[in-house]
C-alpha cells in the first residue's frame, strides 16, 4: 500500500432525511480503503401518483448494493455516528430497512466506531465506555434508553391520536418520536460486526483512538466529540439553567413507564362532549398545554441524542473533512471552547476544506461564530473555497414561523453564497433515481 492517498472520493448518497457518505481514499487503481459514515433514513423523497414516500425496503438495499460495487466487496470501516433511526436505520437486519444491513455486513469492516455511549458493555452509571462501574437507574447510558421508551410512548400516541392532537402536532411527535426509537436490528447488526474475527469495535469519545490510522496511512483522524462525562457534564444537561426541563423524566425504567402510562390514548368510546359545557373552554387550553409539553419533551429527546454525536476530522494531503454527525451546541463547546485544547481545535478547524453539515441544516449544529465565521476557505474560489455537503429532506422537520425549520433558512443561504454547496436535495428521485453525488478532493 502507498504511503499516502492521491486523493479522495467521497459519496453522498441520497436518504432523504437521513445521512450516508462513503469515503475513498485512493492510494492506487486496486488500492483503495472504504470508510462507510452512517447510512440512515426517517423519510425518504416522494415519488408516483400519487406522491408517497418511497419506501425504505426498496432503495436502502439499491443504495447497499451501490457501496458493495464501489468498494468491491469489502469496506475498511463503518462509523455509525449516533443512535438516531436517521443514521443507523440502514444497518437494519429486518424487513423493514428490506434487510440492507445484511449486505453491509457481508462487506466485513475491519472497525466499528461509534460514541462510547454506544459501548454494550458499558454499566448503567458510566461516564466513559468501561466494563467496570457500578450499575444505577439514575444514570446517563439508563436516561439514554429510557428517553428511547419515552419515544416509543410517544410515537404509539401519534398512531391512534386523542382529539387534541391536531394533524400539524401529530406529523411532527411521529416524525421526531420515530427517529428517537431504538432500532434494534441495527444496533444489533454494529455490534455483531464490531465483534466478528476479524474485526475491532471502537467506542470513542474527544481526544480518544478512532481505530482507523492503522487501515489508512497517511491520514491523521481527529475525535473531536462527543466528550465523555470525565470530560465535561454539559451533554448530560442536568443544570436548573438549561432549557431542558425534563431530564428528571429520564432517570430510569420507572419513570419513563410512568410517563408512558400517563401518554396512553383514551378509551374507546370517551367523548369530549362529556365534559360541561362551561368547562369546555379550561379543557382546550389544557390539551394546547398538553400539546406543547410533549413536543417540547420529544424535541429535548431528540437533542440528548445529538449530544453524543461523534464528531471526527480527517486529515489528508494537507486537506481537511469535517463529519460532525449531529452534534448539537453542548457537544460543540467542550471541544471549541472548554477543552483544553480547545485553541488548537479551532486552529485546526480554522483550515477545513470539506465541510459535511451538520444535522441536516439545522439550527444550533453548525455554530455560527465559533465554527462557521471560523471557515478560513469560505467566499474562495470554487476551485480553493469551501466545499459543503448537505443531506436533508426539507419540510420535515421544524417550522419557519418558530425559525426552526430545517435546513434553517439562514445557514442554507450562507451555504449557498459562501461555499460550494452539493446538496442531496438537487439529485434526481422518481423510479430511476440518482443514488449519490460525488465529490473528489485532490492535493
Not at 437486519?93 to 454506544?118: C, N, Y
Amino acid at each position: 500500500m502507498a504511503k499516502t492517498p492521491t486523493s479522495v472520493e467521497i459519496r453522498a448518497y441520497q436518504v432523504g432525511f437521513g445521512d450516508c457518505f462513503l469515503i475513498s481514499f485512493i492510494y492506487g487503481e486496486t488500492d483503495k480503503q472504504h470508510v462507510l459514515v452512517d447510512f440512515g433514513t426517517t423519510e425518504l423523497p416522494r415519488r408516483g401518483k400519487p406522491l408517497k414516500p418511497a419506501k425504505p425496503s426498496d432503495h436502502m438495499p439499491k443504495i447497499a448494493e451501490d457501496i458493495r460495487t464501489v468498494c468491491g466487496g469489502r469496506l475498511t470501516a463503518v462509523v455509525a455516528t449516533h443512535r438516531h433511526a436517521d443514521h443507523i436505520s440502514g444497518f437494519g437486519t429486518d424487513a423493514r430497512s428490506g434487510k440492507s444491513g445484511e449486505i453491509i455486513k457481508s462487506l466485513k469492516p475491519k472497525v466499528v466506531l461509534q460514541p462510547w455511549t454506544e459501548d454494550p458493555s458499558a454499566s448503567k452509571n458510566a461516564q466513559t465506555a468501561t466494563r467496570t462501574s457500578n450499575r444505577s437507574t439514575k444514570s446517563f447510558i439508563a436516561g439514554l434508553t429510557a428517553m428511547q421508551d419515552i419515544a416509543r410512548a410517544i410515537y404509539e400516541l401519534t398512531r391512534r391520536p386523542p382529539e387534541w392532537m391536531g394533524p400539524s402536532l401529530q406529523r411532527e411527535l411521529a416524525f421526531i418520536g420515530l427517529d428517537n426509537i431504538a432500532n434494534e436490528s441495527a444496533v444489533r447488526n454494529l455490534i455483531a460486526m464490531g465483534e466478528s474475527s476479524d474485526a475491532k469495535a471502537v467506542w470513542a469519545h474527544h481526544g480518544g483512538d478512532s481505530g482507523l490510522e492503522l487501515l489508512l496511512p497517511g491520514v491523521k483522524v481527529h475525535v473531536l466529540g462527543p466528550p465523555d462525562l470525565t470530560q465535561t457534564e454539559k451533554i448530560r444537561k442536568m443544570r436548573k439553567t438549561d432549557p431542558d426541563q425534563f431530564w428528571h423524566l429520564f432517570a430510569g425504567p420507572r419513570n419513563s413507564e410512568a410517563l408512558a402510562r400517563g401518554m396512553t390514548p383514551p378509551r374507546a368510546g370517551w367523548s369530549s362532549h362529556r365534559v360541561p359545557i362551561e368547562a369546555r373552554r379550561f379543557r382546550d387550553q389544557l390539551d394546547r398545554i398538553r400539546g406543547d409539553q410533549l413536543l417540547q419533551i420529544v424535541r429535548t429527546l431528540d437533542d440528548q441524542m445529538n449530544n453524543t454525536s461523534l464528531i471526527l476530522l480527517f486529515e489528508v494531503f494537507g486537506k481537511k473533512l469535517l463529519f460532525p454527525g449531529d452534534a448539537q451546541i453542548e457537544n460543540w463547546s467542550w471541544a471549541l471552547q472548554d477543552a483544553p485544547n480547545a485553541k488548537e481545535t479551532r486552529s485546526l478547524l480554522a483550515g477545513v476544506d470539506v465541510y459535511k453539515v451538520g444535522h441536516h441544516g439545522s439550527l444550533n449544529a453548525t455554530p455560527k461564530t465559533l465554527l462557521w465565521e471560523n471557515f478560513q476557505k469560505r467566499n474562495k474560489s470554487a476551485n480553493l473555497g469551501l466545499q459543503t455537503m448537505l443531506s436533508t429532506l426539507p419540510g420535515k422537520h421544524g417550522k419557519v414561523r418558530t425559525r426552526t425549520e430545517v435546513p434553517r433558512r439562514p445557514l442554507l443561504e450562507a451555504l449557498e453564497k459562501e461555499s460550494n454547496l452539493h446538496n442531496t436535495n438537487d439529485l434526481k428521485f422518481g423510479n430511476d433515481p440518482s443514488l449519490c453525488f460525488k465529490l473528489v478532493i485532490c492535493p
